[in-house]
Structure formats: structure tokens, C-alpha cells
């Protein structure tokens, strides 16, 4: 299984920084398997980060796609915007359950307003840009997103 994995952070682009949230998420993927294509910055646009992951999803480049950052709920916050955008169908109760877990650690996380969805067959998911927030979700429902991913490849 392929993924991708893109941080929404115009500064960072611009100053061509790594993402280390992209770097532990990758680190994770591969620990169980997962080929990570890309981890790249990338900036907090909703038409940029649109385009990408439609073109990731339809060139069949990654089977999972990953974006951390620009989840909040401030005007620039776009990546559940462009997820949403570019979804075939979106998979509510992923976002649910993680926002549920991490209420125990981080009171705000109810304002997160992250998005999971499919496009074609590739499932495409927002989390956190901190690391820990980011982490701890992705370990919480990485079992089940990849069953999800799995069965939409067989």
C-alpha cells in the first residue's frame, strides 16, 4: 500500500521546511508496511491543496493520503475545505472518533473540524499539524483506515 502525506503551512513551504508531523506520520506508515510516496510542504491554499489531492487520488499514486495542518476554524484553516471539495463520499465517523479520543488530552480538539473521505479508491484523511495530536490520532485509528484502505484496493 502507497501513501502520501501533505502539511499545509504556506510559511514552511516558502521556506522550504520539512514537516516533522510528515516525518513522524511516515515514519509510522512504514513501521507497518505502507510505501510513503511523498512527504511534502505544502501551502495553506484550498485550491492548491485541492488540485493536489485530486491528482494524487486519480493517478492512483497513493492508496492513502494523508494532510496535517489548516484544520482549525480560522479563514485560512482550508484542508478539511479542500478534502470535502474533492471527496467522492466522506467517511464522518473517522474525524468523529479521533476528536472523541482527543478530547481526553486537549479540550479544544473539539474545534478541529478535520474531514476523512474517498476518492476513487483512495482514502483521504486531515489531521493535526502538532505532532502529538497528529500521533495519537493516527495510532488510535490506523487499524481501521487501513481495513478501509484494503478493501477499497482488492
Request: hydrophobic share 45%.
Amino acid at each position: 500500500m502507497k501513501a502520501a502525506i501533505f502539511t499545509l503551512d504556506t510559511e514552511g513551504y516558502v521556506a522550504k521546511k520539512e514537516s516533522q508531523t510528515g516525518l513522524v506520520l511516515k515514519r509510522m506508515l512504514e513501521q507497518i508496511g505502507y510505501e510513503v510516496i511523498a512527504v511534502r510542504v505544502i501551502p495553506r491554499d484550498q485550491k492548491v491543496a485541492a488540485s493536489i489531492l485530486k491528482r494524487v487520488a486519480d493517478d492512483h499514486s497513493a492508496d492513502l493520503i494523508l494532510t496535517t495542518g489548516a484544520v482549525g476554524y480560522t479563514q485560512s484553516d482550508c484542508a478539511p475545505d479542500a478534502l470535502s471539495e474533492v471527496a467522492d463520499r466522506l467517511l464522518p465517523g473517522i474525524p468523529e472518533a479521533i476528536r472523541a479520543y482527543m478530547l481526553r488530552y486537549k479540550k479544544n480538539a473539539m474545534l478541529n473540524r478535520a474531514v476523512a473521505g474517498i476518492r476513487g479508491t483512495t482514502v483521504m484523511l486531515n489531521l493535526s499539524e502538532e505532532v502529538q495530536m497528529a500521533q495519537g490520532s493516527l495510532e488510535y485509528i490506523l487499524p481501521e483506515l487501513t481495513q478501509a484502505v484494503e478493501m477499497l484496493n482488492l
